[in-house]
Protein backbone atom coordinates (compact mmCIF):
# COMPACT_ATOMS: atom_id res chain seq x y z
CA UNK A 1 0.00 0.00 0.00
CA UNK A 2 1.60 3.36 -0.84
CA UNK A 3 0.58 5.64 1.50
CA UNK A 4 0.94 9.23 0.50
CA UNK A 5 -1.10 9.48 -2.42
CA UNK A 6 -3.78 8.29 0.09
CA UNK A 7 -2.93 10.72 2.50
CA UNK A 8 -3.11 13.48 -0.60
CA UNK A 9 -6.70 12.11 -1.89
CA UNK A 10 -7.85 12.04 2.29
CA UNK A 11 -6.76 15.86 2.64
CA UNK A 12 -8.50 16.48 -1.06
CA UNK A 13 -11.67 14.74 0.29
CA UNK A 14 -11.81 17.39 3.56
CA UNK A 15 -11.40 20.01 1.13
CA UNK A 16 -13.91 19.55 -1.59
CA UNK A 17 -16.49 17.60 0.44
CA UNK A 18 -16.28 18.83 3.94
CA UNK A 19 -14.84 22.44 3.40
CA UNK A 20 -12.22 22.41 5.66
CA UNK A 21 -10.10 25.25 6.65
CA UNK A 22 -6.57 25.18 5.17
CA UNK A 23 -5.52 25.69 8.83
CA UNK A 24 -6.68 22.77 9.60
CA UNK A 25 -5.67 20.75 6.47
CA UNK A 26 -2.38 21.94 7.37
CA UNK A 27 -2.48 20.17 10.75
CA UNK A 28 -4.16 16.85 9.39
CA UNK A 29 -1.04 16.55 7.22
CA UNK A 30 1.52 17.46 10.20
CA UNK A 31 -0.25 14.95 12.05
CA UNK A 32 -1.45 12.06 9.77
CA UNK A 33 2.37 12.60 8.11
CA UNK A 34 4.34 12.60 11.46
CA UNK A 35 2.32 9.19 12.24
CA UNK A 36 3.31 7.76 8.55
CA UNK A 37 7.31 8.53 9.46
CA UNK A 38 6.50 7.13 12.66
CA UNK A 39 5.32 3.60 10.77
CA UNK A 40 8.07 3.33 8.97
CA UNK A 41 10.59 3.92 11.64
CA UNK A 42 9.19 1.04 13.58
CA UNK A 43 9.21 -1.42 10.25
CA UNK A 44 5.43 -1.24 10.13
CA UNK A 45 2.79 -1.72 6.99
CA UNK A 46 0.98 0.90 6.87
CA UNK A 47 -2.24 -2.39 6.25
CA UNK A 48 -0.68 -4.27 9.28
CA UNK A 49 -1.34 -0.90 11.75
CA UNK A 50 -3.81 -1.49 14.58
CA UNK A 51 -5.17 0.43 17.79
CA UNK A 52 -2.01 -0.30 19.79
CA UNK A 53 0.37 1.23 16.89
CA UNK A 54 -1.88 4.05 17.19
CA UNK A 55 -1.86 4.46 20.96
CA UNK A 56 1.68 4.11 21.39
CA UNK A 57 2.46 6.87 18.95
CA UNK A 58 0.19 9.09 21.36
CA UNK A 59 2.03 8.07 24.17
CA UNK A 60 4.99 8.57 22.44
CA UNK A 61 3.65 12.04 21.71
CA UNK A 62 2.51 13.24 25.14
CA UNK A 63 6.56 14.61 26.19
CA UNK A 64 5.61 17.19 23.20
CA UNK A 65 2.02 17.71 23.15
CA UNK A 66 -0.13 19.12 25.19
CA UNK A 67 -3.40 17.58 25.77
CA UNK A 68 -5.44 19.47 23.26
CA UNK A 69 -2.50 18.64 20.35
CA UNK A 70 -2.99 14.77 21.47
CA UNK A 71 -6.83 14.84 21.01
CA UNK A 72 -6.77 16.67 17.63
CA UNK A 73 -3.76 13.94 16.73
CA UNK A 74 -5.81 11.50 17.68
CA UNK A 75 -9.19 12.72 15.74
CA UNK A 76 -7.00 13.35 12.67
CA UNK A 77 -5.84 9.44 12.97
CA UNK A 78 -9.35 8.38 13.60
CA UNK A 79 -10.43 10.57 10.53
CA UNK A 80 -8.12 9.46 8.75
CA UNK A 81 -8.89 5.37 8.79
CA UNK A 82 -12.48 5.99 8.51
CA UNK A 83 -11.71 7.24 5.19
CA UNK A 84 -9.89 4.53 4.35
CA UNK A 85 -12.61 1.70 5.75
CA UNK A 86 -15.40 3.63 3.89
CA UNK A 87 -13.25 3.80 0.63
CA UNK A 88 -12.62 0.09 0.87
CA UNK A 89 -9.11 0.74 0.60
CA UNK A 90 -8.55 -1.49 4.53
CA UNK A 91 -10.88 -3.73 5.35
CA UNK A 92 -10.75 -2.45 9.52
CA UNK A 93 -10.57 0.51 11.15
CA UNK A 94 -8.01 0.27 13.51
CA UNK A 95 -9.17 3.44 14.87
CA UNK A 96 -12.64 3.08 15.14
CA UNK A 97 -12.47 1.89 18.94
CA UNK A 98 -10.13 4.37 20.06
CA UNK A 99 -11.80 6.84 22.96
CA UNK A 100 -10.32 10.75 23.04
CA UNK A 101 -8.19 11.36 26.20
CA UNK A 102 -10.00 13.42 28.78
CA UNK A 103 -8.90 17.01 28.05
CA UNK A 104 -8.42 19.18 31.61
CA UNK A 105 -11.46 22.34 30.97
CA UNK A 106 -9.09 25.33 30.25
CA UNK A 107 -10.48 28.35 31.57
CA UNK A 108 -10.22 31.61 28.52
CA UNK A 109 -7.34 34.12 29.06
CA UNK A 110 -9.19 37.68 29.44
CA UNK A 111 -8.86 40.99 30.00
CA UNK A 112 -10.44 43.81 32.32
CA UNK A 113 -12.40 46.13 30.41
CA UNK A 114 -9.43 48.78 31.53
CA UNK A 115 -6.63 46.56 30.08
CA UNK A 116 -8.71 46.79 26.95
CA UNK A 117 -8.63 50.52 27.12
CA UNK A 118 -5.09 50.57 27.58
CA UNK A 119 -4.22 48.56 24.55
CA UNK A 120 -6.52 50.41 22.27
CA UNK A 121 -4.48 53.63 23.64
CA UNK A 122 -1.16 52.15 23.73
CA UNK A 123 -1.71 51.14 19.65
CA UNK A 124 1.19 52.89 17.84
CA UNK A 125 -0.18 53.26 14.59
CA UNK A 126 -3.73 53.55 12.83
CA UNK A 127 -3.28 50.27 12.17
CA UNK A 128 -2.69 48.47 15.28
CA UNK A 129 -5.74 50.21 17.15
CA UNK A 130 -7.85 49.33 14.23
CA UNK A 131 -6.93 45.59 14.84
CA UNK A 132 -7.42 45.57 18.35
CA UNK A 133 -10.54 47.37 18.09
CA UNK A 134 -11.95 45.04 15.53
CA UNK A 135 -10.81 42.33 17.79
CA UNK A 136 -12.93 43.44 20.78
CA UNK A 137 -15.58 44.57 19.10
CA UNK A 138 -16.35 41.21 17.21
CA UNK A 139 -14.65 38.48 18.53
CA UNK A 140 -13.29 37.32 15.27
CA UNK A 141 -10.66 34.52 14.66
CA UNK A 142 -7.31 35.45 13.48
CA UNK A 143 -7.65 34.15 10.54
CA UNK A 144 -11.03 36.05 10.15
CA UNK A 145 -9.40 39.17 10.53
CA UNK A 146 -6.98 38.64 8.54
CA UNK A 147 -9.05 37.70 5.68
CA UNK A 148 -11.05 40.53 5.83
CA UNK A 149 -11.66 43.11 2.22
CA UNK A 150 -12.96 46.18 1.94
CA UNK A 151 -16.13 44.75 0.13
CA UNK A 152 -16.68 42.76 3.13
CA UNK A 153 -17.37 45.95 4.89
CA UNK A 154 -21.11 47.50 4.91
CA UNK A 155 -19.86 51.20 6.13
CA UNK A 156 -23.60 52.37 5.64
CA UNK A 157 -25.26 49.57 7.64
CA UNK A 158 -22.69 48.65 10.54
CA UNK A 159 -21.84 45.24 9.41
CA UNK A 160 -18.46 43.01 8.65
CA UNK A 161 -19.04 40.17 6.42
CA UNK A 162 -17.27 36.91 8.14
CA UNK A 163 -15.70 34.05 6.42
CA UNK A 164 -15.40 31.23 9.11
CA UNK A 165 -14.02 27.65 9.54
CA UNK A 166 -16.00 25.66 6.97
CA UNK A 167 -16.17 28.87 4.61
CA UNK A 168 -19.57 29.47 6.66
CA UNK A 169 -20.62 32.94 6.69
CA UNK A 170 -21.81 35.84 8.92
CA UNK A 171 -22.18 39.31 10.06
CA UNK A 172 -20.58 41.27 12.24
CA UNK A 173 -22.47 44.31 13.77
CA UNK A 174 -19.52 47.15 14.51
CA UNK A 175 -20.54 50.34 16.16
CA UNK A 176 -20.25 53.98 14.44
CA UNK A 177 -17.22 54.58 16.36
CA UNK A 178 -14.84 52.15 14.93
CA UNK A 179 -17.33 52.57 11.42
CA UNK A 180 -15.51 56.14 11.64
CA UNK A 181 -11.99 54.35 11.84
CA UNK A 182 -12.33 52.09 9.33
CA UNK A 183 -13.39 54.60 6.76
CA UNK A 184 -10.62 56.96 7.42
CA UNK A 185 -7.99 54.13 7.44
CA UNK A 186 -9.80 53.14 4.18
CA UNK A 187 -8.94 56.63 2.78
CA UNK A 188 -5.85 56.93 4.40
CA UNK A 189 -4.56 54.49 2.98
CA UNK A 190 -6.20 54.59 -0.41
CA UNK A 191 -7.80 51.14 -0.59
CA UNK A 192 -9.87 49.70 -2.82
CA UNK A 193 -13.16 47.51 -2.73
CA UNK A 194 -10.95 44.77 -4.15
CA UNK A 195 -8.03 45.25 -1.17
CA UNK A 196 -7.16 43.41 1.90
CA UNK A 197 -8.24 45.80 4.99
CA UNK A 198 -5.49 44.88 6.52
CA UNK A 199 -2.78 43.86 3.78
CA UNK A 200 0.50 42.16 4.19
CA UNK A 201 3.48 43.47 1.73
CA UNK A 202 1.35 44.12 -0.83
CA UNK A 203 -2.40 45.37 -0.75
CA UNK A 204 -3.72 42.34 -2.77
CA UNK A 205 -1.71 40.38 0.25
CA UNK A 206 -3.37 39.85 3.52
CA UNK A 207 -1.58 40.33 6.24
CA UNK A 208 -0.04 36.77 7.87
CA UNK A 209 -0.95 35.30 11.53
CA UNK A 210 2.51 36.17 12.52
CA UNK A 211 1.81 39.65 11.89
CA UNK A 212 -1.48 39.90 13.49
CA UNK A 213 0.42 37.81 16.92
CA UNK A 214 3.43 40.77 17.15
CA UNK A 215 0.80 43.76 17.36
CA UNK A 216 -1.07 42.46 19.47
CA UNK A 217 1.93 40.72 21.64
CA UNK A 218 3.61 43.98 21.39
CA UNK A 219 0.45 46.75 21.77
CA UNK A 220 -0.39 44.67 25.11
CA UNK A 221 3.34 45.18 26.38
CA UNK A 222 3.36 48.61 25.53
CA UNK A 223 -0.31 48.70 27.74
CA UNK A 224 1.93 47.69 30.57
CA UNK A 225 -0.28 44.11 30.38
CA UNK A 226 1.71 41.28 32.09
CA UNK A 227 -0.74 38.51 31.08
CA UNK A 228 0.34 36.29 28.21
CA UNK A 229 -2.29 38.02 25.80
CA UNK A 230 -2.31 36.42 22.21
CA UNK A 231 -5.00 37.26 19.76
CA UNK A 232 -7.79 34.71 21.07
CA UNK A 233 -7.64 36.39 24.84
CA UNK A 234 -9.47 39.35 22.46
CA UNK A 235 -11.98 36.83 21.41
CA UNK A 236 -12.30 35.42 24.64
CA UNK A 237 -12.50 39.01 26.19
CA UNK A 238 -15.57 39.58 23.74
CA UNK A 239 -17.71 37.13 24.86
CA UNK A 240 -16.47 37.10 28.57
CA UNK A 241 -17.42 40.45 28.51
CA UNK A 242 -20.51 40.18 26.13
CA UNK A 243 -22.10 37.27 28.60
CA UNK A 244 -21.16 39.51 32.38
CA UNK A 245 -23.38 42.33 31.18
CA UNK A 246 -26.26 39.99 30.00
CA UNK A 247 -26.22 38.20 26.99
CA UNK A 248 -27.67 35.02 26.49
CA UNK A 249 -25.72 32.24 25.13
CA UNK A 250 -27.04 31.52 21.77
CA UNK A 251 -26.19 34.97 20.90
CA UNK A 252 -22.94 35.11 21.89
CA UNK A 253 -22.90 31.47 20.02
CA UNK A 254 -24.12 33.17 16.59
CA UNK A 255 -21.38 35.96 17.08
CA UNK A 256 -18.47 33.67 17.51
CA UNK A 257 -19.30 31.34 15.00
CA UNK A 258 -19.26 28.61 16.74
CA UNK A 259 -21.71 25.74 15.18
CA UNK A 260 -21.94 23.90 18.39
CA UNK A 261 -23.32 25.81 21.76
CA UNK A 262 -21.36 23.49 23.70
CA UNK A 263 -18.61 25.58 22.49
CA UNK A 264 -19.61 28.21 23.59
CA UNK A 265 -20.55 26.71 27.03
CA UNK A 266 -17.19 27.14 28.26
CA UNK A 267 -17.94 31.16 28.58
CA UNK A 268 -20.05 30.54 31.87
CA UNK A 269 -17.48 30.54 34.07
CA UNK A 270 -16.67 33.83 33.81
CA UNK A 271 -20.12 34.62 35.46
CA UNK A 272 -18.76 32.33 38.88
CA UNK A 273 -17.14 34.91 40.79
CA UNK A 274 -19.78 37.35 39.89
CA UNK A 275 -22.30 34.63 41.40
CA UNK A 276 -20.53 34.59 44.39
CA UNK A 277 -20.50 38.19 45.00
CA UNK A 278 -23.67 38.30 44.14
CA UNK A 279 -24.53 35.40 46.98
CA UNK A 280 -22.50 37.04 49.83
CA UNK A 281 -24.41 40.14 48.89
CA UNK A 282 -28.10 39.37 48.82
CA UNK A 283 -28.34 35.99 50.43
CA UNK A 284 -29.50 36.38 54.61
CA UNK A 285 -26.56 33.63 55.00
CA UNK A 286 -23.90 34.39 52.74
Known sequence: MTVQPLLARFLNY????????SNTLEAYNRDIGGFLKYLESEGIAPEQVKGPHIMDYIITKRATLGSESLARLLAALKSFYRFLYFEDIIEEDPAAELKFPRLQEKLPDTLRLDEVEAMIKSASNPKDRLIIEIFY?????????SAIK???????????????KGSKERFSPVNRAILKLIKEYIRENKLSSSDFLFAGRTKKNQISRQGIWKI?????????????????????????????NGADLRSIQVLLGHSNIDTTQI?????????????????PRG
Open 216 to 244: VKRTAEAAGIEKNVKPHSLRHTFATHLLE
Open 14 to 21: LHIEKARA
Open 267 to 283: YTHVNRKNIREMHARYH
Open 150 to 164: VEDIDLEGGWIKVFG
Open 137 to 145: ATGMRISEL
